[in-house]
């Protein structure tokens, strides 16, 4: 089981479909939900001077968000942040269907999988048997 | 018109007349006395009527536009000059007498004598302003269907975005919903048809995603396919079915198993053809499936029998590969399986076609492109 997973969508309804899947199919110990890019940004770097480090393990980002979309955040996370929270993963949540999106996502090495909505419960199983998560489950 | 002296009557008559089949200009320019001919009244006419009789090459040169006259003049010096040349074309501007410039096509021949030195220049003049503008406005209409189609695929994938989100939402909700907690069976019901009712939009949300990304993507990627493979992975993936149905396959792919095509288009193709017999057989007899090839003329033809239910051709003919045509009042239809059968089929420069017979079975057959002998 992971012990912290961050989930960053702008939409209320996926929020709600994930806590209740996520808590059904014991996915993780701590759940945090932010709306976009740029609340995730925020979170970051209270982290970097915060004194317990509660870093997750895994983020679950969707792509279209307003404010600060998902490509803009894995910009920034990884100048800012890769170095420091090395163990951080990033697993892209869309319901796109551009193969373009899968395709630029392969570009950022901390991103482990491609999943489309809606996070269901294989979506689930599809997060525990990836290899790069494979110590967790 | 006056005649060049060394020319016969019939002769000018002669030129005069090849001169008006597309109303070219027609020049021989003597290069002994520097005097050109020039047949084809109605092309000169435009450009002044002393350009008709015979007239040094200057008369013609000082309508060449400013832009282009030196580069004319120097080329066609050059060539002249040059005896392996004996064939030369410009394109320029001229003046004509109503103050506009004509796009002006020259083909010219040189004749030299045994010393390759040139002794007559034959040329054909063609006024192309009306297809120069054509070709220009061809460009801007083929440059605005480019952005357009280009937009219109950004837009398909905006909408299916739209769309697949709330569509996503409702789905991933009701897979949170146990119905077995619900006491009121006609609650438990309605949410089990609300799944299904959602699963269905799904589908065909994806279905018409599916045909927008084929129709803008027209970039194929051909390569050697062979089509037991192919049908062995369809037949893998729908195994299930299969054993459902009880059907009865056969596949001979002896005539001829390797074509050129996109993989995932023949894999597509076989797929919905196979999903087709299976949901449209006949309830009364044991389903039996035929798939083969064939060569006929040359050509590699595919065929997929069965002995379902059969279509109505007199009544559907024209129809069976329409976009949302149904013939069979079933649950699971939705109208697009054959439509892109046939997209796939004639994007890859084949033939689809089927033949039926109601209550005896159908025979959807491909006839796929001639592959073109090694160069």
Redesign the interface.
């Known amino acids: 089981m992971l012990n912290n997973l961050l989930l960053i969508d702008d939409?209320d309804?996926?929020h709600?479909?994930c806590e209740?899947?996520i808590k059904?199919e014991n996915l993780t110990k701590n759940l945090t939900m932010l709306y976009n890019g740029q609340e995730g940004v925020n979170y970051f770097r209270n982290l970097l001077t915060a004194e317990s480090k509660d870093v997750p393990e895994l983020i679950l980002l969707d792509l279209?968000m307003p404010v600060m979309n998902g490509w803009d955040f894995l910009e920034v996370f990884s100048k800012e942040f890769e170095d420091k929270f090395p163990n951080t993963k990033v697993c892209i949540l869309t319901?796109?269907?551009?193969p373009l999106d899968f395709t630029h996502s392969q570009v950022y090495h901390n991103v482990i999988g491609f999943l489309?909505?809606?996070?269901?419960?294989e979506r689930v199983e599809e997060l525990k048997s990836n290899d790069r998560l494979a110590a967790y489950f | 018109m006056q005649a060049p002296n060394n020319l016969l009557p019939e002769t000018l008559k002669v030129l005069e007349s090849i001169a008006k089949i597309n109303n070219d200009g027609l020049w021989i320019w003597n290069l002994g006395t520097n005097e050109v001919s020039r047949f084809g009244e109605e092309f000169y006419n435009a450009f002044g009527n002393t350009l008709t009789s015979l007239s040094p090459p200057e008369d013609w040169e000082k309508l060449i536009h400013p832009d282009d006259k030196s580069r004319v003049v120097k080329n066609y010096k050059a060539a002249i000059e040059n005896p392996e040349i004996l064939r030369t074309d410009e394109t320029y501007q001229v003046l004509k007498t109503d103050g506009t410039y004509a796009d002006i096509l020259d083909h010219a021949y040189i004749s030299r004598n045994e010393n390759g030195k040139a002794t007559t220049v034959y040329g054909i003049a063609s006024d192309i302003t009306f297809r120069k503008k054509n070709d220009i406005e061809r460009e801007m209409r083929i440059s605005e269907l480019t952005k357009a189609n280009s937009s219109l695929k950004q837009f398909s994938?905006i909408i299916?975005?739209n769309l697949?989100?709330p569509?996503?939402?409702l789905?991933?909700?009701g897979?949170?919903i146990d119905e077995s907690k619900i006491e009121d069976p006609l609650i438990q019901k309605t949410v089990e048809k609300y799944k299904l009712a959602t699963l269905n939009l799904n589908k065909n949300v994806?279905g018409l995603?599916e045909l927008l990304?084929q129709n803008t993507n027209p970039e194929k990627q051909v390569q050697e396919v062979k089509l037991d493979d192919v049908f062995k992975q369809v037949m893998d993936s729908v195994e299930t079915k299969i054993t459902e149905s009880g059907a009865e396959i056969s596949a001979d792919f002896s005539e001829g198993n390797i074509v050129e095509f996109n993989p995932v288009y023949m894999h597509s193709i076989f797929l919905n053809f196979l999903t087709n017999t299976l949901k449209y057989r006949d309830p009364e007899r044991d389903l039996k499936v035929k798939v083969f090839t064939e060569k006929k003329d040359g050509c590699l033809l595919l065929h997929f029998s069965d002995n379902g239910l059969g279509i109505d051709l007199d009544k559907y003919g024209d129809k069976v590969f329409g976009l949302y045509q149904k013939f069979h009042n079933h649950p699971d239809s939705k109208g697009l399986g054959l439509h892109i059968v046939a997209t796939q089929v004639k994007a890859s420069g084949g033939k689809v076609w089927v033949t039926s017979e109601p209550n005896k079975g159908t025979t959807f057959s491909i006839q796929f492109k001639k592959i073109g002998h090694a160069e």
Do not use: A, E, M, W
């Open positions: 939409d309804v996926t709600f479909i209740n899947v059904n279209n319901s796109s269907l551009d489309n909505k809606p996070f269901i419960k | 994938y299916s975005h697949r989100t569509i996503s939402n789905i991933g909700l897979s949170i994806n995603f990304v």
